[in-house]
């Protein structure tokens, strides 16, 4: 990877569009199509995902000079199950509710490859400040594509969206109408790749239009 | 430093780190955790539990009992059972029950019986793994309703397609069975095990699993 290519802010920002973790490199599918029958619960994955990212990436750059090549991956490993346990004890300290509907997919945050992706094409190669970018980029990257994916199918799914709940409180608007009757498969699974689908094309889309455009 | 040595060192120091990090955590968010599932069961056996003359799964109860029904529970069969009392007399249970042959494995239930007369005072799904929009539905009250406020032998206890009174949610026929096979399961256990219930010593540790699950 040319490394000093890019700048700081190009680091930040290229896992939004141009490298984005779901949208381009197709990665972190799993939990990306099965958690996100909700706005909330895209968001929630979202935030998870971010803060083990994050804390990862920077850590995996602090100790790279002591790290033997080969033992590598079984110390980015250790680093990430620590993160993604700690941020797994927390929602259930402080976002029951939440932690309950993600069910067994913030543990299964460890197997992420965007993840374990990053620490080692990445992290293990650059700066921390650096590192700590491309972590919070990438992070946030996934965390949007969730986040639309997990509205598109609850408005188109149940006529709702909901940004944010717990125990009584919660923020959600009601869009289409008390009566709007529901399409149960963008619920369901296949309603995860459906819309995938089709937010690939558009953004395929949109980037060749770009593209046209500065040619 | 021959290689092998820096190996180890290295695993050995970043999982010794990780491990203390992690139990530094649990220390922290120990208390939280055990509280949320406290609230978590509480908050379904409060709303199993009989409060009405006619109980309505739709309305929000607030009954208060003698005892702690949450820290008054047994095991019976696999079941685990928490009993509400009032003025010394046991006055109605909440019974821990799976419903076998869901469309999905099995679900789990907490099937809130009256003492004096067996009738359903409300049904509460703890887990399960239907068909978002078609089987879950089975979680609503309005679906509950017509089986909330039912005694054993007012009503039969089958859906409809089985030539009993309940209907089945439309496209969730298993789903629906299997409820009312949970139910089934803790009416058999008031009805015939109800002075053993009644007699039990409650558990030590209420926190204790029953083991059916």
């Known amino acids: 990877m040319p490394a000093n290519k890019t700048s700081h802010l190009g680091e930040l920002f290229k896992g939004l569009w141009k490298d984005n973790p779901i949208m381009v490199l197709l990665l972190g599918l799993c939990p990306a199509l099965a958690v996100t029958n909700s706005a909330y619960n895209g968001l929630g994955m979202g935030a998870a995902t971010t803060f083990v990212l994050l804390g990862s990436n920077i850590l995996v750059s602090i100790i790279k000079p002591i790290v033997p090549k080969s033992v590598r991956i079984p110390v980015y490993i250790v680093v990430i199950a620590a993160f993604v346990t700690v941020v797994d004890m927390l929602l259930k300290a402080y976002q029951y509710e939440l932690s309950r509907s993600l069910g067994l997919f913030v543990p299964l945050i460890v197997v992420n490859c965007i993840i374990l992706g990053r620490a080692e094409a990445f992290a293990s190669r650059n700066t921390v400040l650096r590192s700590a970018l491309d972590g919070l980029g990438m992070a946030l990257g996934f965390t949007l594509a969730l986040f639309v994916l997990g509205a598109l199918r609850e408005i188109i799914g149940s006529g709702t969206i909901t940004f944010f709940q717990m125990g009584e409180t919660e923020i959600k608007f009601n869009l289409l109408g008390e009566n709007y009757p529901g399409i149960l498969v963008m619920i369901l699974p296949p309603g995860a790749f459906l819309t995938l689908g089709f937010m690939l094309a558009a953004r395929n889309a949109i980037q060749k239009r770009l593209d046209k455009k500065t040619r | ?213």
């Open chain 2, 1 to 213: 430093m021959p290689e092998t040595l820096k190996m180890l060192i290295v695993l050995t120091v970043i999982a010794g780190a990780a491990g203390l990090g992690l139990a530094g955590m649990h220390d922290v968010t120990e208390g939280p955790i055990i509280e949320n599932e406290r609230n978590f069961t509480l908050r379904s056996i409060t709303k199993v539990l009989p409060d009405a003359e006619k109980p309505d799964p739709c309305v929000k109860k607030d009954a208060v009992f003698d005892n702690e029904p949450m820290n008054d529970a047994i095991c019976l069969d696999g079941h685990k059972i928490y009993r509400a009392r009032k003025n010394g007399e046991l006055v109605g249970l909440a019974i821990e029950s799976i419903g076998d042959k869901a469309y999905d494995g099995t679900i789990l239930t907490l099937v809130g019986v009256r003492m004096s007369d067996g009738v359903l005072t409300g049904v509460e799904v703890l887990r399960h793994r239907e068909t978002p929009g078609l089987g879950a539905l089975f979680t609503r009250c309005e679906y509950q309703q017509q089986m909330v406020g039912n005694g054993p032998d007012d009503i039969k206890w089958s859906v409809k397609k089985d030539g009993g009174d309940i209907d089945q949610l439309s496209g969730a026929t298993i789903s629906s069975r299997c409820m009312l096979n949970a139910i089934a399961k803790a009416q058999r256990l008031w009805r015939e095990r109800g002075d053993e219930i009644a007699q039990a010593e409650p558990l030590e540790d209420s926190r204790e699993v029953c083991d059916a699950r």
